[in-house]
């Protein structure tokens, strides 16, 4: 049972949301990437979304990332401009040095936007992010 598994604290990882330019659709698009800023890889990263508004919440996707190298990112999903404004959670689950890790990352409601944006290490792009 989850209860007797030990999950060590999570480090150095985290999840950043950013603005960042779509050559096909010319305009910006925000997208979510997990970063990895340990000195070996995750492995088996698993990381389920889901969107909250007081009257409507987005389906839960789940994504199988495989392994995110140390000191790199990789993207988890593209945001629609219509739920940036809602409570975003990423439940984050990944495996390092043998260990399981588990972390429920929270964006919460209207931080992410254009006057949050800041420099988001691993990325060219200014973003928001969670640590």
């Known amino acids: 049972m989850k209860k007797d598994i030990e999950f060590p604290k999570v480090k150095n990882v985290s999840i950043a949301v950013v603005k960042e330019w779509n050559d096909e659709y010319e305009m910006d698009d925000w997208n979510a990437y997990i970063i990895n800023q340990n ?23 789940r994504h199988m990332l495989g392994s995110v190298l140390p000191n790199e990112s990789l993207k988890i999903e593209l945001m629609l401009e219509a739920i940036i404004s809602f409570r975003n959670e990423f439940s984050v689950t990944y495996f390092l040095d043998n260990k399981l890790y588990d972390k429920k990352f ?26």
């Open 106 to 131: 929270v964006f919460k409601k209207n931080t992410i936007n254009e006057n949050a944006l800041q420099s988001i290490p691993t990325l060219k792009w200014k973003g928001v992010w969670v640590k």
């Open 39 to 61: 000195d070996s890889p995750i492995e088996a990263v698993m990381v389920v979304t889901q969107g909250f508004s007081p009257d409507k919440k987005t389906s839960k996707f």
